[in-house]
Nanobody, 116 residues
Framework: VQLQASGGGLVQAGGSLRLSCAAS????????MAWYRQAPGNQRELVAA???????NYADSVKGRFTISRDNAKNTVYLQMNSLKPEDTAVYYC???????????WGQGTLVTVSS
């Protein structure tokens, strides 16, 4: 699986962005998908995840502001980010996890910068 993330950029605090991650291949629907982020000097952390059954979970820091969704027909997972804060500034990475084989694939990352 190859993952191509896009949609990052510079936005003012309080603004919105939508990240997209397009996956290659025909078995996208079999992967649990997630967004992670990594800020300078910090470890990579889980932001949001969506399972093959469309169950979702979020980091406490983004609950109520971010929404993860997937479109299996388009092989794409999205992250809608609203009410952005400067502390959301990070490189955001798309992840695909195949549970049966415990395999992870990563996209190249897209930079989100939130100015105060």
């Amino acid at each position: 699986v190859q993952l191509q993330a896009s949609g990052g950029g510079l936005v003012q605090a309080g603004g919105s962005l939508r990240l997209s991650c397009a996956a290659s291949g025909s078995v996208f629907r079999k992967y649990d998908m997630a967004w992670y982020r990594q800020a300078p000097g910090n470890q990579r952390e889980l932001v949001a995840a969506i399972t093959t059954g469309y169950s979702t979970n979020y980091a406490d820091s983004v609950k109520g502001r971010f929404t993860i969704s997937r479109d299996n027909a388009k092989n794409t997972v999205y992250l809608q980010m609203n009410s952005l804060k400067p502390e959301d500034t990070a490189v955001y990475y798309c992840n695909a996890h195949f549970t049966a084989w415990n395999i992870d694939y990563w996209g190249q990352g897209t930079l989100v910068t939130v100015s105060s």
